[in-house]
């Protein structure tokens, strides 16, 4: 069965979706050949997998975006009748994407939308510009939001109408996380799958073992949503409580008046290196809250059987014992929580253990057979 697979978003760029998308590429490719639909994506010799790219676009908001317009409709149609693709899998919101599931649904083809976030959140300053979101992205897809308030906020809502408006076209949609897939039923999705992104369990690796001082690893977008800044205080609050405990960020340079030498700032990095940072450390640290469903992080460190530090009660509760639970989401109590595993670090090991159960059931197997059972139930409709 080949797929293919379509992402808007710039694939050489750190992100959960891209991370998700990719391994998901990987996977699939292990059985089936797989089709790769993406503005700007890194030159890749996987056996099985073409990459292809539109004809056009243009940067915004480094993103590249190409609007759904009738060239793009007429390029997407042909090539995805060129490939003979079986069913098509979107991983973003904008033109690329709805081209596909346009195309995909006049082919006859299962089209499916991955969500990766329902819970997007933008600056109090910036809510007074959602007619304009609402505008560009009906501008790049040609379709029109659902008229639903998603949100308090209205930018927050518009974000999340974008989202809305592209999984109302797809035969299915995709939900990495239990709790997303709930708040997508209640938006008014009705064929609404469970399926985890892919934990890769690489060979090798090292022991996970009780020691100090306490190596803890940040890694993400530096984006306002995942708190880089709880992160830095937590770390300097718990040295100032005595604990011993170091933190290696990776995804960015380092801020400015960051300059504590406990915490170690290694830039962007490719995929590979993750997994040696993740190696070096003893748990992966996650500051978002409310904003992601089913962070990469916590799947490729549990790949490692590496435990992830969470302070989102939601995270905590769809993890179980995989992850660390904060007390709660401020740096202080991030603070308590990094002292108390650098008192017992048997925590962590422990965590670690579960962990790595996780990883087990996200294998690339389970997922490829998942979506597979997706499809199916789409053609039985």
Not at 11 to 40: C, K
Not at 114 to 142: D, E, I, K, S
Not at 143 to 163: C, F, I, K, N
Not at 207 to 233: C, D, H, M, S, T
Request: contains cysteine; positive net charge; charged residues 20%.
């Amino acid at each position: 069965m080949k797929l293919a697979v379509v992402c808007d978003y710039s694939l050489r760029y750190t992100g959960g979706a891209q991370t998700a998308l990719m391994a998901q590429v990987r996977a699939w490719s292990q059985q089936f050949p797989v089709v790769v639909i993406a503005p700007d994506i890194p030159r890749t010799h996987l056996p099985g997998v073409t990459v292809v790219r539109p004809p056009r676009g243009v940067r915004s908001l480094e993103l590249p975006v190409v609007r759904a317009n009738s060239v793009l409709h007429a390029w997407m149609h042909r090539t995805l009748k060129q490939h003979r693709v079986e069913a098509v899998m979107v991983h973003s919101e904008f033109g690329l994407a709805a081209t596909a599931i346009a195309q995909a649904q006049r082919l006859r083809i299962p089209s499916m939308h991955t969500v990766h976030t329902f819970f997007w959140r933008a600056p109090l300053a910036a809510q007074p510009f959602a007619p304009v979101a609402r505008g560009f992205h009906r501008l790049v897809t040609g379709l029109e939001q659902p008229h639903v308030r998603l949100a308090g906020r209205p930018l927050d809502s518009a974000l999340r109408g974008m989202t809305l408006a592209l999984a109302q076209q797809a035969d299915a949609v995709i939900s990495p996380s239990a709790h997303q897939a709930d708040r997508l039923r209640s938006a008014g999705l009705t064929h609404v799958s469970v399926v985890s992104n892919v934990a890769e369990v690489a060979p090798g690796g090292r022991p996970l073992a009780p020691e100090l001082p306490l190596r803890l690893l940040w890694i993400g977008r530096f984006a306002p949503e995942k708190r880089l800044e709880v992160a830095v205080e937590a770390v300097r609050l718990a040295r100032r409580r005595g604990a011993q405990v170091e933190l290696t960020v990776a995804g960015g340079e380092r801020p400015r008046g960051v300059n504590d030498p406990f915490i170690h700032f290694v830039g962007a990095v490719p995929h590979e290196q993750v997994v040696s940072l993740i190696d070096d450390a003893h748990a992966t640290l996650l500051t978002s809250c409310g904003f992601d469903n089913q962070p990469m992080v916590i799947l490729e460190s549990a790949a490692r059987g590496r435990p992830t530090v969470v302070c989102d009660p939601v995270l905590g509760a769809e993890f179980g014992d995989a992850v660390v639970e904060c007390a709660g989401s401020a740096a202080s109590e991030v603070a308590d929580t990094i002292v108390a595993c650098a008192k017992a670090p048997d925590m962590i090991v422990r965590a670690g253990h579960e962990a790595k159960m996780l990883a087990q059931q996200s294998s690339p197997q389970a997922h490829v057979k998942n979506l597979q059972g997706v499809i199916a139930g789409i053609r039985m409709r």
